[in-house]
T-cell receptor, first 113, second 113 residues
């Protein structure tokens, strides 16, 4: 079956620090990969996605590259802000399974001024 | 509406009672998904609809859980004889047929006393 593993949090950084949140996946087919973000008190929002190997998704200064050879989709940002404090979820969808999302456990990011 | 709406936003019920949760997806989104977010289990898939039919009910945790969708739009998730372990945030998401991106509602927080 499909699964997603991401680094456990919380991750605590100072403002302007570099961020990496690791995500690896197991899938039987050719999944699309996603990062969703959940800000405090809000719902899940799509942050970025990539649909095939070597694609790079990017949004709001965040980026992640679909690496088939290492089955990874690590999230990076060069300079985090306090407003980036949230929980980040890595996920995959499988077209053969109706595009249902399989999520990682989530990583809480706390950015201090 | 502009986004996915869910009601109620919060529901507190007594153990053994039935509850009904509602999701109103974005107009034109033929695919609809229910997920559950709980402290111990993270984000879990429950069921998905394509139009009014549910090809995949594999995530429903027990036969106390059921869902229906009418008119290819509104969906209701019903939990009968609620248990304390049903306490969670229930999330609904919609997407286009064959599309891999899902748009989430704000969720219903269910507390079973």
């Amino acid at each position: 079956g499909n699964s997603v593993t991401q680094m456990e949090g919380p991750v605590t950084l100072s403002e302007e620090a570099f961020l990496t949140i690791n995500c690896t996946y197991t899938a039987t087919g050719y999944p699309s990969l996603f990062w969703y973000v959940q800000y405090p008190g809000e719902g899940l929002q799509l942050l970025l996605k990539a649909t095939k190997a070597d694609d790079k998704g990017s949004n709001k200064g965040f980026e992640a590259t679909y690496r088939k050879e290492t089955t990874s989709f690590h999230l990076e940002k060069g300079s985090v802000q306090v407003s980036d404090s949230a929980v980040y979820f890595c996920a995959l969808s499988d077209w053969n399974a109706g595009n249902m999302l399989t999520f990682g456990g989530g990583t809480r990011l706390m950015v201090k001024p | 509406g502009a986004g996915v709406s869910q009601s109620p936003s919060n529901k507190v019920t007594e153990k053994g009672k039935d509850v009904e949760l509602r999701c109103d997806p974005i107009s034109g989104h033929t695919a609809l998904y229910w997920y559950r977010q709980s402290l111990g289990q993270g984000l879990e898939f429950l069921i998905y609809f394509q139009g009014n039919s549910a090809p995949d009910k594999s995530g429903l945790p027990s036969d106390r859980f059921s869902a229906e969708r009418t008119g290819g739009s509104v969906s209701t998730l019903t939990i009968q004889r609620t248990q304390q372990e049903d306490s969670a945030v229930y999330l609904c998401a919609g997407g286009t047929s064959g599309g891999d991106t899902q748009y989430f509602g704000p969720g219903t927080r269910l507390t079973v006393l």
